[in-house]
């Protein structure tokens, strides 16, 4: 699935089950590529719960569904807990992706948690931004950037009216955000837009009602990234689809 670079692509499907099945798809095809080309593949996964079927449908693929040993994984934001907590992207990415991926040849050295949990947030931002700018340069140049998107529409933890927005010069900081859509979790760390923005592929994947309005926005409404953090994930150099569910995109019409 390749889109025009730089052009916003919508794909709709029936529901997150066909959405995630199609994101496998395209997630593989992308990821032989980059092995094939560069002998590696970096992968931003997003947090929040949408992705939880697409990891599931890898592992069920099995060794095949995609390049493991030559996966890195990074994440486009975390949470300010621990990584057993419930509400940890890492977390739940552990227990269903890459707890069981290690018997498909994932190293362990090859997955990058943010450390969300440390009291010095700044600080954690600033080691993963070291790291990720030692593994990438500057910027970051990520093979796949997995975002998901809020119903007030953030993405990673750029959430509305928040300073991490106006970012231009890091690539992963600290952010402070009240949203009532933020889990109750106010303190962030998060990949910067110029970082999301820098990647090959960006994928966003949207599903159910409570985005419909929000995606509207974004798609089809005035630029107002402040409001609308979404808007700012602009590839310079490489495509942005959107994947979304029927639900998500019914106040889209035939507008996109
Ligand atoms: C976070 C996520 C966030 C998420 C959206 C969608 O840490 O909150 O990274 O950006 O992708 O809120 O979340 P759902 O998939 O749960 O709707």
């Excluded at 590696?40 to 060794?63: D, E, K, M, N, Y």
Aim: aromatic content about 6%; glycine content about 8%.
């Amino acid at each position: 699935m390749t889109a025009s670079p730089g052009k916003p692509q919508i794909r709709r499907f029936d529901d997150l089950e066909a959405l995630s099945q199609a994101a496998a798809d395209d997630l593989a095809a992308i990821a032989v590529a980059a092995v094939a080309a560069r002998g590696v593949c970096h992968v931003a996964l997003s947090g929040g719960s949408t992705p939880r079927r697409l990891f599931q449908l890898l592992i069920q693929r099995g060794p095949g569904a995609l390049p493991w040993a030559r996966l890195v994984l990074w994440w486009g934001d975390e949470r300010a807990v621990p990584p057993e907590h419930p509400e940890s992207n890492y977390g739940m990415a552990r227990e269903a992706l890459i707890d069981p991926a290690r018997a498909f040849g994932l190293p362990t050295a090859q997955v990058h948690r943010m450390a969300g949990e440390l009291a010095d947030r700044d600080a954690a931002a600033r080691a993963y931004e070291s790291a990720l700018v030692a593994a990438l340069g500057a910027p970051p140049r990520l093979d796949y950037a997995m975002q998901g998107m809020g119903p007030d529409g953030h993405t990673a933890s750029l959430f509305p009216d928040t300073p991490a927005l106006a970012e231009t010069a890091r690539w992963v900081v600290a952010n402070h955000v009240t949203s009532p859509v933020a889990h109750g979790i106010a303190d962030r760390i998060t990949l910067t837009a110029p970082a999301l923005s820098a990647a090959r592929h960006v994928r966003f994947l949207v599903a159910g009602a409570d985005k419909a309005a929000a995606l509207a926005h974004v798609l089809t409404g005035p630029r107002d990234p402040v409001h609308y953090p979404s808007q700012l994930i602009a590839p310079a150099d490489g495509d942005l689809i959107w994947m979304v569910d029927r639900a998500a995109a019914a106040s889209l019409g035939g507008l996109v």
